[in-house]
């Protein structure tokens, strides 16, 4: 199967490297249960409301970074099991080396150059599964898997081709799940 895979709070967790920044800026206090909608820069203080962009293109954020727990040993599993693994990021354009080279060390095993993939509207990529923290980005792939976080409640899972997973485990029980139904 074609197992699509975002790469921001699926693989790092860039909410929190950019929250904590930004809170060191500011002076605020925002928490990730804070943010209940997929944009953050609806829950800044008014003066970095406009400029919060910025912020995902700050070196202090992508040195924060860390990895989302199990994400690696995941993925690894992942590719041993036959699938044919892509990462697809929305993102600043000038990020895309960053993550395309944050990629290539964290999997060596897969051709990130072949394999990222960057643009504006991930329902316009094909593939069997999309595991993703943004629900709007769902809508090209046969089926859905959404890690859990505060902005993605509006997500419906049915147990049928959409699933609510609250860490790497259950997705991949859920690719699992997915693959033996599709045999």
């Known amino acids: ?16 490297a950019v929250l904590s920044v930004y809170n060191e ?18 829950y800044v203080l008014p003066p970095y409301k406009e400029t919060f962009y910025n912020y995902f293109k700050n070196k202090r954020v992508w040195k924060r970074m860390k ?15 036959g699938h044919d693994i892509y990462f697809c990021s929305k993102t600043e354009m000038i990020n895309a080396p960053k993550k395309e080279s944050y990629l290539q060390r964290t999997f060596p095993y897969i051709n ?4 990222l993939i960057i643009c504006p509207d991930k329902t316009m990529v094909r593939g069997d599964i999309l595991i993703d923290d943004c629900s709007a980005n769902f809508g090209g792939q046969t089926y859905s898997i959404v890690l859990h976080y505060p902005w993605n409640t509006d997500f419906k899972e049915n147990n049928i081709d959409k699933f609510r997973a609250f860490n790497w485990e259950e997705i991949y029980g859920f690719v699992k799940l997915i693959n033996l139904n599709k045999t």
Request: with cysteine.
């Open 25 to 42: 800026d500011s002076g605020d206090r925002l928490k990730i249960e804070d943010i209940k909608t997929y944009y953050i820069e609806n």
């Open 67 to 81: 990895y989302v727990n199990g994400c690696q040993e995941y993925i690894a599993k992942l590719f041993a099991d």
């Open 112 to 115: 990130i150059r072949k394999k």
């Open 1 to 16: 199967m074609t197992v699509i895979i975002d790469v921001d709070n699926i693989i790092g967790n860039l909410c929190e």
